[in-house]
């Protein structure tokens, strides 16, 4: 088992940092908030506790690289550069690659799932050097519905940050049919990507990161 929760610290740390200024954060949040490292190690160091096995992930890692490099979002396997991590989607999560590298040599699955093919095709690229990961194309709310086994570590992350109202009612449909399901095992943990509603500038920027980092130019310092 490898701790790349830990590897990739520093990149999980700095994720936003190209697209949310500390004033920023301080003007949102009152203070810049524990991103994803904290989230990540918090829920590994409890599935190791707990020693849980199945692992599943609701909308997977689809882009090779951050939107603020080229190369973002599309199927040219030329820009996923394996050997250097500064450029992959930290701001997206990269989980798949994460927990998926997190896994090797135990007896823990990692399943994740996209309504896009393309997605899939993406995750599995950055990932088909590990072994334990099966890789699923359709909608979460059939695949939920269509579960068999309880899930141990459940990442929700469907959808994008905008437009919030409609992740977070995806979301809540989810999260209906775990509980009339009773999908989670006994000591199972969810977690769920973060939805902020909002209409500020950072946002919107953020918004867009998963087009083109040429939008970023457009909208930086307006
Ligand atoms: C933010 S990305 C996931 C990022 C990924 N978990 C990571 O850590 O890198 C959201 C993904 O959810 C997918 N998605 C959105 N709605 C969905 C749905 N209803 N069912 C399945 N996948 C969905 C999108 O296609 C997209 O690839």
Redesign the pocket.
């Known amino acids: 088992m490898s701790n790349s929760i830990e590897k990739y610290k520093d990149y999980m740390e700095s994720a936003f940092d190209l697209w949310v200024l500390d004033e920023e954060w301080e003007e949102f949040f009152g203070r810049k908030p524990l991103l994803r490292y904290h989230s990540m190690k918090y829920c590994w160091d409890y599935v190791i506790s707990k020693n849980l096995k199945r692992i599943v ?6 882009s090779f690289v951050d939107g603020a490099y080229e190369g973002c979002n599309t199927n040219d396997t030329r820009y996923w550069q394996p050997t250097n991590p500064k450029v992959w ?1 930290w701001s ?5 690659r994460v927990i998926g590298e997190c896994i090797q040599g135990t007896d823990m699955t990692l399943d994740t ?4 093919q393309a ?1 899939i095709f993406r995750s599995h690229y950055m990932t088909k050097d590990l072994e334990g990961i099966r890789y699923a194309v ?4 059939d695949f939920l519905n269509s579960c068999e086994e309880k899930i141990d570590f459940l ?1 929700l ?4 940050v905008t437009p919030v109202d409609f992740t977070a009612e ?1 979301h809540l449909r989810e999260a209906k049919i775990i509980i009339e399901k009773d999908l989670m095992s006994r000591d199972g943990i969810i977690l769920e ?1 973060w939805l902020v509603k909002n209409k500020t500038r950072t946002f919107q920027i953020m918004e867009r990161q998963n087009c083109q980092y040429h939008s970023l130019k457009k909208t930086d310092g307006k």
């Open positions: 992930e609701l909308g997977t890692s689809r989607d997206a999560g990269c989980f798949t799932l996209d309504m896009a997605h359709g909608m979460s709310e990442y992350d469907t959808g994008d995806l990507m």
